[in-house]
């Protein structure tokens, strides 16, 4: 049942990304020729006034079609994608992105319905019987600003940047703020009954549920998916991850199965395959804006690079080589799913 769940999230997931396009090109008086969720041959369509809307077998893609999307024409139709300003076109390729992040910010809220309380990163107590509770030492109404490096906002952020770093054996350093002047603490461990354990036991601060509570919570953890994706970027760049933790389309879903069944009831399960969702809703819109041809960002910087070229020369570059460049990323990208759906395959008969 999860899987089936998965496939569906991870439709909505596209389908909201295209609709940001759809819905910008539209508003500007675009031509949609079609709106399609999914790829390969179409099982449902409709014929609209001027939009063909069609359902493709695999659920795992979809595509807004423009008219003169990739028109290589002396003269495009005045409601083509080309014939639009370049501010315009800008705004329709972000629009998918955008729609991405509104999606995660709602779903987000909608899931602090109900909370009892977000933890900050103010502390509310500390441990009677651990020693040194000096001027130097972290003391009640301390607030934890940032851990190496990374802005702490609420408790959350604190434990997914302490356990990284204990992982990567890394210190773990605190910029505090105390009585408004700020100060670097060292969180080291000690040995209790032979094992290492970090000095402080602390509780922290409830921040009461409101409406701009929950608003300020489900901004600060969507951005916090932002924060998740750099990390895990960087962590490629620095080895400790590798290509073959990447995850496809079948990867996701299996994870949102496998999310599914951890639970303790089915409607927890639904609640954190909804939480996962909105993170890869961003994911979707982070990728779809890297400067690379054929997404969406690359898209946008040909747009602002012909803009420069043509002022330059004073004469209009031909959109047959974006064709062309996007056209060979295109296949590349392609490469690229098949691996890493291959992996995904093999991740998961291994277990």
């Known amino acids: 049942m999860f899987i089936v769940i998965g496939i569906l999230a991870f439709g909505v997931i596209i389908a909201i990304h295209e609709i940001g396009h759809f819905v910008a090109a539209k508003s500007m008086g675009v031509k949609v020729n079609e709106f399609a969720i999914g790829m ?3 099982i449902l369509w409709k014929q609209g006034k001027e939009t063909l809307y069609s359902l493709r077998l695999f659920p795992f893609g979809g595509f807004c ?6 028109e290589e024409g002396e003269e495009p139709d005045k409601r083509s994608f080309l014939s639009q300003s370049r501010l315009r076109r800008i705004a329709i390729l972000a629009a998918g992105s955008m729609a991405n992040f509104v999606a995660a910010f709602i779903m987000v ?3 602090t319905i109900g909370a009892q309380g977000f933890s900050t990163t103010t502390i509310y107590s500390v441990a009677d019987n651990f020693p040194e509770l000096g001027q130097s030492e972290i003391q009640v109404g301390d607030r934890l600003v940032s851990l190496n490096g990374e802005r702490l906002f609420f408790h959350e952020d604190l434990n997914m940047f302490r356990n990284l770093n204990l992982t990567a054996g890394n210190p773990i350093i605190y910029i505090v703020e105390r009585n408004g002047e700020f100060f670097e603490f060292e969180s080291r461990p000690i040995l209790i009954d032979g094992a290492e354990r970090f000095r402080y036991s602390l509780q922290f601060e409830v921040m009461e549920p409101s409406f701009t509570n929950n608003i300020e919570f489900a901004v600060y953890r969507t951005f916090n998916f932002v924060r998740m994706i750099r990390v ?3 962590m490629m760049f620095a080895g400790d991850a590798g290509i073959q933790d ?3 389309p079948v990867g996701i879903v299996n994870v949102m199965h496998e ?3 951890q639970a303790p009831n089915f409607g927890i399960a639904l ?19 890297l400067p690379i041809p054929a997404m969406d960002g690359g898209r946008i910087l040909f747009t602002i690079i012909s803009w420069i070229i043509e002022k330059a020369t004073r004469r209009p570059l031909d959109p ?13 990208l392609i490469g690229l799913m098949v691996f890493i759906m291959y992996n995904d395959i093999v991740n998961i008969i291994t277990g």
């Open 40 to 42: 390969g041959p179409k």
């Open 246 to 248: 990447l995850a496809g």
């Open 320 to 332: 047959k080589y974006e064709g062309y460049i996007n056209t060979g990323a295109f296949l590349l």
């Open 109 to 111: 809220l909608l899931l």
């Open 232 to 234: 895990s970027v960087m």
């Open 65 to 70: 079609s423009m008219e003169g999307e990739h």
């Open 259 to 261: 999310v599914g069944q």
């Open 271 to 289: 609640l954190s395959i909804v939480h996962f969702a909105a993170f890869i809703g961003v994911n979707v819109a982070i990728v779809n804006m």
